[in-house]
């Protein structure tokens, strides 16, 4: 009993030809496991915790044209289990997800976050979308981001390079920490700031550009001071506890705007919008598995003749 599914007849196995199914969201969907004490565990030089991910991945094609058809249809979205399969108790565990964003041409991004859509993103500062030797362009205005669809937004970092003393990605369970909490790399002593790139100012934060990228007066990254170019985003979540068995659920939207270039709608102020779009349509989810499904539930024939 790994992957979910519907038990029609209530005797606890797997059995299709008596009527149980995948309990699955959408009109498709993958499931899968992960964990992190299995293979090499070098990314941060950490020890393993022993927490499993279940992951339902799945997504919807809306057929009928209506206000929030481009979004569920540009969507993307995630439920996720965390348990601690371990006998550690765990406290202040915090839980992330990194967007390596690479918009086409990634020599001219920009990023940011919502906290009150508990959302982040990424953009092209400019279009046409240019800067990139070779066929990395895009022709549609887009921006790409994360919605935490059950959990508010605690922190959120954004890389300019993965080079930078600063705001770079480091791969030390320490760094790693710091910037999920709201710190760069001098730990609890240089928290991020408010104003330009983050650094150095003197009221700290947990958000970095947090401002409406489309208003000039907003603290954003189109306001920080700094050059498009490379940018990478960590949004991140605060569990709480994580004791022996217990479980989490972090459940996410991967959300895309594509604007025709001569739509003079902006991709921002859309990618908002469906990220609406996508909390009403998880809001409406409820169990998923006796709503959306592919199975079709044939009656019983009351004309058929019983031998």
């Given at each position: 009993n790994?992957?979910?599914?519907?038990d029609?007849?209530?005797?606890?196995?797997?059995?299709?030809?008596?009527?149980?199914?995948?309990?699955?969201?959408?009109?498709?969907?993958?499931?899968?496991?992960?964990?992190?004490?299995?293979?090499?565990?070098?990314?941060?030089?950490?020890?393993p915790m022993?927490?499993?991910?279940?992951?339902?991945?799945?997504?919807?094609?809306e057929?009928?044209?209506?206000?929030?058809?481009?979004?569920?249809?540009?969507?993307?979205?995630?439920?996720?289990?965390?348990?601690?399969?371990?006998s550690?108790?765990?406290?202040?565990?915090?839980?992330s997800?990194?967007?390596?964003?690479?918009?086409?041409?990634?020599?001219?991004?920009?990023?940011?976050?919502?906290?009150?859509?508990?959302?982040?993103?990424?953009?092209?500062s400019?279009?046409?979308?240019?800067?990139?030797?070779?066929?990395?362009?895009?022709?549609y205005?887009?921006?790409?981001?994360?919605?935490?669809?059950?959990?508010?937004?605690?922190?959120?970092?954004?890389?300019?390079?993965f080079?930078?003393?600063?705001?770079?990605?480091?791969?030390?369970?320490?760094?790693?920490?710091?910037?999920?909490?709201?710190?760069?790399?001098?730990?609890?002593?240089?928290?991020?700031?408010?104003?330009?790139?983050?650094f150095?100012?003197?009221?700290?934060?947990h958000?970095?550009?947090?401002?409406?990228p489309?208003?000039?007066?907003?603290?954003?990254?189109?306001?920080?001071?700094?050059?498009?170019?490379?940018?990478?985003?960590l949004?991140?979540?605060?569990?709480?506890?994580l004791?022996?068995?217990?479980?989490?659920?972090?459940?996410?939207?991967?959300?895309?705007?594509?604007?025709?270039?001569?739509?003079?709608?902006?991709?921002?102020?859309?990618?908002?919008?469906?990220?609406?779009?996508?909390?009403?349509?998880?809001n409406?989810?409820?169990?998923?598995?006796?709503?959306?499904?592919?199975?079709?539930?044939?009656?019983?024939?009351?004309?058929?003749?019983?031998?």
């Open positions: 790994l992957a979910p599914y519907i029609a007849n209530n005797n606890n196995v797997y059995d299709p030809q008596n009527g149980d199914y995948p309990d699955i969201c959408g009109d498709e969907a993958i499931f899968f496991m992960l964990n992190d004490a299995r293979n090499l565990h070098t990314e941060f030089n950490c020890q022993k927490v499993q991910l279940n992951v339902l991945a799945f997504d919807m094609k057929s009928t044209p209506h206000a929030d058809t481009a979004a569920i249809n540009n969507s993307f979205f995630l439920k996720m289990s965390v348990t601690n399969c371990s550690a108790n765990y406290y202040d565990v915090l839980f997800i990194f967007n390596n964003y690479r918009i086409g041409c990634y020599a001219n991004d920009r990023a940011g976050c919502d906290t009150r859509q508990n959302s982040f993103f990424a953009y092209n400019s279009y046409p979308d240019s800067g990139c030797a070779g066929n990395n362009s895009y022709y205005k887009i921006a790409q981001g994360t919605i935490f669809l059950n959990q508010p937004l605690y922190t959120h970092a954004v890389f300019d390079s080079f930078d003393n600063d705001t770079q990605w480091g791969f030390t369970v320490a760094l790693a920490r710091n910037y999920q909490s709201g710190y760069w790399s001098g730990g609890a002593a240089t928290p991020f700031t408010v104003g330009g790139n983050g150095g100012g003197s009221i700290p934060t958000y970095l550009y947090p401002g409406d489309m208003n000039s007066a907003s603290w954003s990254d189109q306001t920080s001071g700094t050059q498009p170019g490379y940018r990478a985003g949004g991140t979540v605060y569990l709480d506890t004791m022996p068995g217990q479980v989490k659920k972090v459940d996410i939207a991967f959300v895309s705007s594509f604007v025709p270039s001569a739509d003079t709608t902006n991709e921002i102020l859309a990618l908002k919008q469906y990220f609406v779009a996508a909390q009403n349509f998880y409406t989810l409820g169990q998923c598995g006796s709503e959306y499904t592919g199975i079709r539930a044939i009656g019983r024939n009351s004309a058929a003749i019983n031998i």
